[in-house]
């Protein structure tokens, strides 16, 4: 109960605006919106045309690709679907972008890049984490205050300060997130004691990953506020970086004491990176972290997401729970809108 109202406290912020929640969803709609319309979408559906005629016509070959984003735009009023076909109700115009206040220049860019993606996409031809969107932006976009109130609500939600050993943070992009959880540990006093935490950061984007490895120091001397010296003395205890696939990680059967992931489990195959995730914790180890379950993920974020080669897009709670139990799981927990969940090993 307490760790629950520990994880709301930290994300309660991201709610305080109550046109929050609305303006992330009007921003990437109209991102969505204007993108069609560049491809010629609404000219061509001022009259009624089925999901085969819009293939036909525009050279799609991605069914459930193109399903999905008609799915959107007919839930948000944009097409209307009637007889199995789909038209506009009258010309559409170009739609106003305004960012919400909690986004930065990257995240801003990393957005109106992916959505260029999407007609190559329709055509089957996916992209890369970094490729349209550029890794330069997510560097950026990975600063943002979001990330760091979530991955604390995570923190909250757990007894992980609590715990030592090995530690791998999956998905760990430019590593920022990485030095601030051996921040956490560094303020406990761990990396001094008999029984330090030994932490590890995967990610699957080689320049992320490079990022990470290069700007690890930097990144925790300005979190902590301390000296670079400080930060260089305790080199052996610096987070090992390492190049890899959530879904078939470069480790040992129950190598970890605990595994955590932040916004991740959506860009990969999130059912065979549980199980790799269980495999190679330890019996009695945690698995922790955030995923914006399904529904919370915006249906326009999920496009975007979905880009992205071996994307799985919005996951059901209760499929990561199940997935979880049968890779070993005994218990399994979640919490507040941000998803943190707990999962502990048998
Ligand atoms: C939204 S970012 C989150 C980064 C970090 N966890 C944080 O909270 O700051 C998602 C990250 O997952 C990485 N990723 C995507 N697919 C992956 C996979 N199959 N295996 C490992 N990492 C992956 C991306 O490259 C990216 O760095």
Redesign the pocket.
Same mark, same amino acid.
């Given at each position: 109960m307490l760790s629950t109202i520990g994880a709301w406290a930290e994300i309660i912020w991201l709610l305080t605006s109550k046109d929050r929640v609305k303006m992330v969803h009007e921003y990437h709609q109209a991102l969505s919106v204007n993108a069609m319309r560049r491809e010629g979408w609404f000219d061509y559906m001022r009259m009624p045309q089925t999901v085969e005629d819009l293939m036909d016509h525009f050279g799609y070959t991605d069914f459930p690709y193109l399903m999905k984003f008609l799915d959107a735009f007919v839930h948000d009023g944009i097409l209307i679907r009637e007889n199995g076909t789909y038209r506009t109700n009258g010309p559409i115009a170009e739609y106003p972008i305004n960012p919400p206040d909690i986004f930065n220049a990257g995240i801003l860019q990393v957005h109106a890049d992916a959505l260029n993606a999407v007609p190559n996409r329709l055509k089957g031809v996916y992209t890369t984490?970094?490729d349209e969107m550029n890794t330069f932006n997510?560097d950026d976009?990975?600063q943002l205050k979001m990330?760091d109130k979530?991955?604390k609500a995570a923190f909250r939600f757990t007894d992980a300060l609590k715990r030592s050993g090995t530690f791998l943070? /999956? %998905?760990?992009?430019?590593? /920022? %997130?990485?030095a601030a959880i051996w921040g956490y540990y560094y303020k406990k006093g761990v990396f001094t004691s008999n029984n330090p935490v030994k932490i590890y950061g995967?990610?699957?984007?080689p320049n992320?990953m490079q990022i990470a490895d290069a700007e690890f120091a930097i990144s925790a001397s300005r979190l902590l506020g301390v000296d670079r010296s400080v930060i260089d003395a305790l080199k052996e205890h610096h987070p090992v970086f390492v190049q890899?696939?959530?879904?078939e990680l470069p480790f040992e059967d129950e190598f970890f004491d605990m595994v955590y992931?932040?916004?991740?489990l959506h860009?990969?195959?999130a059912k065979k990176?549980t199980q790799d995730i269980l495999r190679v914790l330890k019996p009695g180890g945690l698995f922790f972290?955030?995923e914006a379950f399904y529904p919370i993920l915006d249906p326009h974020i999920e496009l975007f997401i979905l880009l992205?080669e071996?994307?799985y897009g919005a996951i059901k709670k209760e499929d990561f729970f199940q997935w979880a139990k049968e890779a070993g799981a005994s218990t399994a927990k979640s919490a507040t809108p941000a998803g943190v969940f707990k999962v502990v090993k048998n």
């Open positions: 984490f970094s997510w976009t990975l990330y979530i991955r943070d /999956v %998905g760990c992009g430019n590593g /920022v %997130g990485t995967l990610e699957y984007d992320l890899g696939n959530a879904e992931t932040s916004q991740v860009w990969c195959d990176a972290g955030t992205n071996g994307a």
